[in-house]
């Protein structure tokens, strides 16, 4: 089973957009709690404030993110991953991003139907006590996709980058020190056009 869950922000900018030059996307995830997997976006790059401006402006901007999972399903082998991203300046002031999170791989947890329920109840005591234990194991066996990771810890997976006029591959890959070689493993570049969007694979520290 496959869930996509969309996030859309509205950012303002304090000053005038009159292009966007570069726009990349950064997914961290921070923590997790019972049903709750949480973390941020962080959209950053540069923009001219004017049409004739020849100096860019960047921008860096933080947009956190809460993920509720229902207790019926099971996120074992889950990937989360982002599924989608594109954005729009909106009045020259407001940079609007749209950002789709995909979580793949959920297992719903099995149930048992009334019938069965029924039978269950007329068993003898000892075996209603062995198959409580069996369920008391499998709840135990309901891990969080981030268990045995260090919840104080930040975890990049990868950058998303939006190709604009001016960018190559080897101006992108200077911008997020990478190689060539790199940033290929992630994408085809046979031929590459403005508004493709290209996975850049975060350094590790």
């Known amino acids: 089973m496959k869930k996509i869950v969309p996030f859309t922000k509205e950012i303002p900018f304090d000053t005038n957009i009159a292009e966007i030059n570069s726009i990349s996307l950064e997914r961290e995830l921070n923590e997790k709690k019972e049903g709750l997997v949480s973390g941020k976006f962080i959209i950053s790059g540069d923009y001219k404030m004017t049409d004739t401006s020849v100096s860019l402006d960047t921008f860096d ?26 954005y729009e300046v909106v009045n020259n002031k407001v940079l609007s991003v749209n950002i789709e999170l995909a979580i793949d791989n959920i297992e719903e947890e099995e149930f048992m139907e009334p019938e069965t329920i029924r039978e269950a109840e007329e068993v003898s005591e000892t075996c209603e006590e062995e198959t409580s234990q069996e369920s008391d194991r499998k709840v135990e066996n309901i891990k969080s996709l ?25 101006s992108i890959a200077n911008d997020y020190a990478v190689s060539r070689e790199e940033i290929s493993a992630y994408n085809d570049l046979s031929e590459i056009k403005i508004g493709d969007k290209i996975i850049i694979p975060a350094n590790e520290n």
Do not use: M, Q, R, S
């Open 61 to 86: 901007y933080e947009l956190p993110f809460n993920i509720n999972i229902d207790k019926k399903y099971n996120i074992d082998n889950a990937e989360i991953d982002i599924n989608d991203f594109y």
């Open 146 to 170: 981030f268990d045995g990771l260090d919840e104080n810890e930040n975890y990049v997976v990868y950058k998303i980058h939006i190709v604009t006029e001016n960018d190559t591959i080897e």
